[in-house]
């Protein structure tokens, strides 16, 4: 601030300067200010979104609605429920400024059970010398108790964090507590770790993973599991991003979708919904596969998913993928399906023009196998020195087959799909980093089909999206030869003192476990 009898001794050109300044320095505020104006207006839209949603999850949870279901959708269903409100409570907790003057009451647990093997972590102030230059004493200690969990064992953590005292100021110096995903929850990193790879790699819902907790005398309500799930998600969709722009980055993509039931608590029934699996080729260096759970099969999913994206899409024929066309993205068929259509016509009906078809199949994937381990442009070689002229005979082949068939039979529709479609069947011949079919991707979707037998339906499009995500993290895992509870166990340990800008450490294809650092 420049006060009166400063200004009083400028000259008119000091004075001209002094303006410019100040106005500068207002614009910078004004802009400031609108930036938190517009920050604020968003989190309070998505705080009143979020606040609905919660009531309505409450209203489902405890109204008679519920009562129309089934006893195993009402299991599944009230696991959801938990799982969803926990994540839009740890939400809202994380867009909303921190409460004056509250304590967030917590639910009161059953003593842990004392036949649990218990290990003792101590912590210490770096230093027992107080700041004044005297010695601290130790005057006690706090212990929290949580719930760890390594394969086949159910142990407890002891955190003993001393007190000590110096005698000349009085001033207390306690150890920190150590970051965790769930703030002053029962369950270590592990044990988050162990829930999330049971609901979501073993396909094992929560009220069995309750009953199999309790035969080892812990008692863990399906309920809080579901909590403990809900958090689990939140905390972890940060990664998922960052893999979801991580496989985005990359020229050649596949795709696919396959139908799940998902819940309709209102109607007392359930609705189809689907999950996309969008994944990097076997030929990538980057091994990653993301999972998008949808209401619906609509192509505007792939198209909101994919974004900005422009690259070659390896997918079958559906009408959906056909919309990205017009953005950039080019179509890459599916020479599986196109053999399916033939193989099922001999194996069903002994087709003999079908089986006539399947030789040139066989030939292209016998060479497929041998450009499995060669260069990008030594793959595209063989391909064109091998695999075209094969190609060339084959639609060849097609062709003059076609004009023998009756119009409508189930050969000439077989011969039909892939003569149109025969410039995207093709298009792996001049690319080296094009698969010959989306058999790579299909075999990523099977766990989700796999699965479907087990969760019966998805108890909600937030529990969909959820589980899409977490399953993404443990099956890229997989892709890159990771255990999914040591690699989920890890990130979990770290995430809640994990920079943003370093999040990328945490993917699975660039994670490194830090305990064998």
């Not at 000091?14 to 802009?31: P, V």
């Not at 842990?112 to 010695?135: N, Y």
């Not at 809900?230 to 979801?244: N, R």
């Amino acid at each position: 601030m420049v006060d009166a009898a400063t200004l009083a001794e400028l000259n008119p050109e000091q004075l001209r300067e002094l303006a410019h300044q100040l106005i500068a320095q207002i614009a910078s505020k004004d802009t400031l200010i609108a930036q938190q104006t517009s920050e604020l207006t968003w989190r309070q839209g998505k705080i009143d979104k979020l606040t609905q949603e919660l009531s309505l999850y409450r209203r489902w949870k405890y109204g008679a609605k519920a009562e129309r279901l089934s006893a195993d959708q009402i299991k599944l269903f009230d696991e959801t429920c938990a799982e969803d409100i926990a994540a839009i409570e740890k939400e809202i907790e994380k867009l909303g400024p921190p409460a004056a003057n509250t304590e967030k009451r917590q639910p009161k647990r059953a003593p842990i059970p004392p036949h649990l093997p218990r290990t003792d972590i101590h912590h210490e102030p770096e230093s027992t010398t107080c700041r004044c230059g005297c010695m601290l004493t130790r005057i006690g200690e706090d212990v929290a108790e949580k719930l760890d969990y390594t394969p086949g064992t159910i142990s407890v953590e002891r955190h003993i964090r001393g007190k000590w005292v110096c005698d000349h100021c009085e001033t207390l110096t306690q150890a920190p507590v150590p970051a965790q995903v769930i703030d002053k929850g029962l369950p270590t990193a592990g044990m988050l770790a162990h829930v999330a790879v049971s609901k979501f790699a073993d396909h094992v819902p929560l009220y069995r993973l309750s009953g199999i907790l309790g035969r080892s005398g812990l008692v863990i309500p399906a309920s809080t599991l579901g909590q403990w799930a809900g958090e689990t998600g939140v905390a972890l969709q940060p990664v998922v991003d960052a893999l979801k722009d991580a496989v985005l980055t990359r020229r050649v993509l596949h795709a696919d979708e396959t139908p799940v039931a998902m819940l309709d608590p209102g109607a007392g029934k359930t609705k189809r919904a689907y999950v996309w699996s969008y994944c990097t080729t076997v030929y990538d260096t980057l091994q990653g596969v993301v999972y998008d759970f949808a209401e619906s099969r609509a192509g505007q999913h792939a198209r909101e998913f994919l974004g900005d994206w422009k690259g070659v899409l390896v997918c079958d024929n559906y009408s959906g993928y056909k919309q990205l066309l017009t953005q950039g993205v080019v179509d890459a068929g599916c020479l599986a399906h196109s053999r399916r259509k033939f193989f099922d016509l001999y194996a069903n009906h002994q087709s003999q023009i079908a089986a006539a078809a399947l030789p040139f199949y066989s030939h292209l994937y016998q060479i497929e196998k041998r450009a499995m381990d060669l260069t990008v442009d030594e793959r595209r070689q063989l391909r064109q020195r091998e695999s075209r002229p094969i190609s060339e005979a084959l639609l060849a082949w097609m062709v003059a087959q076609r004009k023998l068939v009756h119009e409508g039979s189930a050969i000439a529709k077989a011969i039909d799909y892939s003569v149109n479609r025969w410039e995207a069947l093709m298009r792996f011949l001049d690319d080296g980093d094009i698969p010959i079919d989306n058999n790579w991707n299909e075999n990523r979707i099977r766990p989700i089909a796999q699965g479907r037998s087990a969760w019966l339906f998805a108890g909600s499009l937030r529990a969909g999206k959820r589980g899409a995500a977490i399953m993404s993290l443990i099956q890229s895992a997989k892709l890159n030869g990771h255990d999914p509870y040591a690699y989920l166990k890890d990130v979990l340990t770290r995430l809640p003192t994990q920079p943003a800008s370093r999040i990328e450490e945490l993917l699975p294809h660039l994670w490194q476990n830090s305990a064998t650092r």
